[in-house]
């Protein structure tokens, strides 16, 4: 029996040393679909034609009018090579900048009814066929609002499980600490899997991505409490004296309880990213970028690289995934003391590492500093301070700047920014012909939409008014408050590698070339009460429901599936033809309009599918064919 006591003796040293392994390596996982999983591989040729980008400038590798001493990193320029495409693609997948901390250990995000053996149960389910809506049974009974929730039950994540894969997109997975932790990257909303291929499309919209459920069902959903209503937590959050003395936070069951009853009202494909204590969740829109500056819904993001590109896509993270981040601009933004902000966040941390415990008699910002992962930096995620920090500015609309350590500064979001503009979306499935589309064509001319939706993104790249495009206002002043802490718009050269010293001079990113009252706009600041960008329009075959708030939805059934309660909050999905007509006909848009208004959930987070008055039907003058070819055309644009 040597032979076995051998056998045995190897088996655990290969234990022990893979158990150190996993603790010192951190092991991480996330799916990236390798190219024939993929169902639009095909891409835009911009990477082709850009060799760098200067501020927003596309410069083609022979133009010659560019000063070459001016296209270094040094002064801003990026060099578009496939080395970055494909940083940025990984990045878009697989990267979260530590957000595992904030929604695993203090969110427990997977801590509560929805837990890491129930989702890899339902992934195991599906037999490597993958899914456009993961059906995950909940380990324990909950109660949400005012729904009871049964242990067992079936909940719609709406997370995407492509063909083969093991995890759910954009979720990556990383062991550390001794347990597993999910973080989040782009790919979760950005990125869809094909209802009839599970191939998966890059940069479409996960239109039913349940994330109000999911993180209602997390067990300290309040560390995201300013993404929800002021008005629902009034009673909680009264404001208190700057002294500091009391803390006086709230009863943490009690705002976890309001805090969760908000989320729950988020319809399926919406995620309200504002901090403006307004529970106003917006669509998730495409990744189709080229050309559809500025971004956002409002249009905030303008300024600096790609166009502000890089500006959006680093605030994801800077501010979407780690809210402890916003602890010093806490006072103005929200009324509520850096101390007190901290302690609510993290008195119900799931992780009791990061629970906060008031009777202890330390400050909460004494009590992270502790146990910060990222020390020197506000918040738990991986960033660096914008120049202009504790000053927001319009490159970093938060202040911060997401970056992990061992990059070039801006490296990964100038990646990202990159690669997204290569998206293009797949051909629709519409059955119109070739005279259908081309009399839509000049439709859509002839009825004026294209002195906003011009050129070949089909946008004139500008903000509109809010009271002018009439859609719901709430999300067009969502920054306003930013107002009150805007600084210079400076960034670091592309050149450092993060962390860099202190002693690292900051540069001027170009603003003269913007107007002052577009800026205004899409921030909602001065007098204005904010606006919305003119969308592109393509890749809309892929992007229903329709406006900033998802609002204008038909289902299959044209007389039934009215409004978000009539599709998305019975479990079905917008058509998008059918939802395209409720946009440009008045009697249906009427109709949808008055189905949303008739949902006090819908209510609550202002989605309403008003607004957007182009009509192209009788009350205009157009006829039946004509309205059907416009549409057909609108669904043809790619
Ligand atoms: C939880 C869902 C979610 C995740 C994850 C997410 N986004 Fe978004 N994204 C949104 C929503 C919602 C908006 C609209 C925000 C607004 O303006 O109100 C948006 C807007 C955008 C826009 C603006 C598009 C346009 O045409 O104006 C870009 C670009 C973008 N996201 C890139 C990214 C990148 C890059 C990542 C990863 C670093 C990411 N997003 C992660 C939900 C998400
Ligand atoms: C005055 C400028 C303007 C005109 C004219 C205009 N649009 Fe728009 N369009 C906008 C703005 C701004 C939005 C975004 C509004 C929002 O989301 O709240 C928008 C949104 C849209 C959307 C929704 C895009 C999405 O992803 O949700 C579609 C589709 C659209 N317009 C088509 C049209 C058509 C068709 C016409 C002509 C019948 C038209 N537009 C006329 C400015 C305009």
Redesign the pocket.
Known sequence: MKWLKWMLLILLIIFVIGGIWIYVAEPRYAYVPPTFKILNSEKTDYAEKTGYDLWGDSIGLSEKKWDRDSLTPQHGAVKIDDQLLQLGRK??YE?TFGNEVFLTDIMGIVDGALTIPQISKAILKLKGKGTTNLKVELAKDVEIGNRKYKKGDLIDTGLDVPKGALVPL?MPIRFSEGRIKVG???????ATVDPATKRVIEGA??SD?N?GLLMALATNSAAYFTHTDREALKEYLKEERESNQELNLPDPEKLEKAVDAVFANWPRG?????IDFVSN???????F?LG??????????MAGPFKG?SA??NN??AQ??DSLGQADASPVLFGISKEKYLGIILQNAANPKYRYQPEKGEMPSAFFAKLDPTPGVPGVNEMVKSPSYPKVNLVAPDGLM?NSKGYRFGEQ?NG??AW?NTLKPPKGLIKADKTTVDLGRQIFQRAGCISCHSGNHFTNHRVIAAEVIKTEPS?AK?LKKTEKIFGDTLTYPFTVKVPFSDETSPIRVPIEHLDDRQIQLAYGHGKTEGGY?V??LIGLYWTAPYL?DGGVSVGDDIRQDLGISGTLLKGKNPDPYNSLKALVDKELRAKVIQANKSSPQLRQVHVEGGGHEYWVDPTTGFTKEEQEALISYLLSIE
């Open positions: 990045a878009f990267e954009g989040i990257s782009c790919a979760a909303c950005h919209p996960n991505l994330a919406n995620f309200d990213s504002t969740p917006a669509q998730i829109p495409d990744s970028t559809d500056h500025p971004y956002g819904w409002s249009g905030f993001a590109l959006f896509s994801v993270h979407n995934s997401i979001v990202m920014a997204q999300r969502a960008k969308p592109s900033h």
